[in-house]
């Protein structure tokens, strides 16, 4: 159909000549509401959104001379996070002299991420940013 032909008859329907497929030869155009359209577009788009799920990074914080009771609290709460499908960001900061026991700072790492392995998969082992020692790890995925 010809462009002045379509166009006369979206006028007489008092109607909208959308362009769908300008790419395809030859072009694709429709006669419809363009207002009802777009809205139609954006409910979908608002519906997909909601069904999206977006992971957050929560920070659980240990010192290098916990101890082991504390080590579970903490475990408790990053197993928490977890089953929400948040990721969890361990930190532990060595303040001053404690910079000469990073042997106890990883053996607390370890300790923790043995609490929490039922729930979790270690994504980024415990490596040092600065004065801290960081360890990142994500829920467990049942496949």
């Known amino acids: 159909m010809k462009l002045e032909d379509a166009m006369a008859?979206?006028?007489?329907?008092?109607?909208?000549?959308v362009n769908i497929s300008?790419?395809?030869k030859p072009p694709v155009c429709k006669i419809l509401d363009y207002g009802k359209y777009r809205y139609e577009l954006q409910k979908r788009d608002k519906e997909a959104k909601k069904k999206q799920k977006t992971t957050?990074?929560?920070?659980?914080?240990?010192s290098t001379f916990i101890e082991d009771h504390d080590?579970?609290?903490?475990?408790n709460t990053a197993i928490k996070f977890l089953?929400?499908?948040?990721?969890?960001?361990?930190?532990?900061?060595?303040?001053g002299r404690?910079?000469?026991?990073?042997?106890r700072g990883l053996e607390v790492m370890k300790k923790f991420s043995e609490a929490i392995s039922e729930f979790s998969v270690i994504e980024k082992k415990p490596e040092f940013e600065g004065r801290s020692l960081i360890m990142i790890v994500t829920p467990k995925t049942d496949k």
Request: overall charge positive; glycine content about 2%.
């Open 83 to 95: 089953k929400d499908g948040d990721k969890v960001k361990v930190s532990l900061r060595f303040k």
């Open 22 to 24: 300008p790419t395809a």
């Open 56 to 62: 957050q990074v929560k920070e659980i914080r240990l």
């Open 9 to 17: 008859l979206a006028y007489e329907k008092k109607l909208d000549l």
């Open 71 to 75: 080590i579970n609290v903490k475990a």
């Open 98 to 103: 404690e910079k000469d026991y990073v042997s």
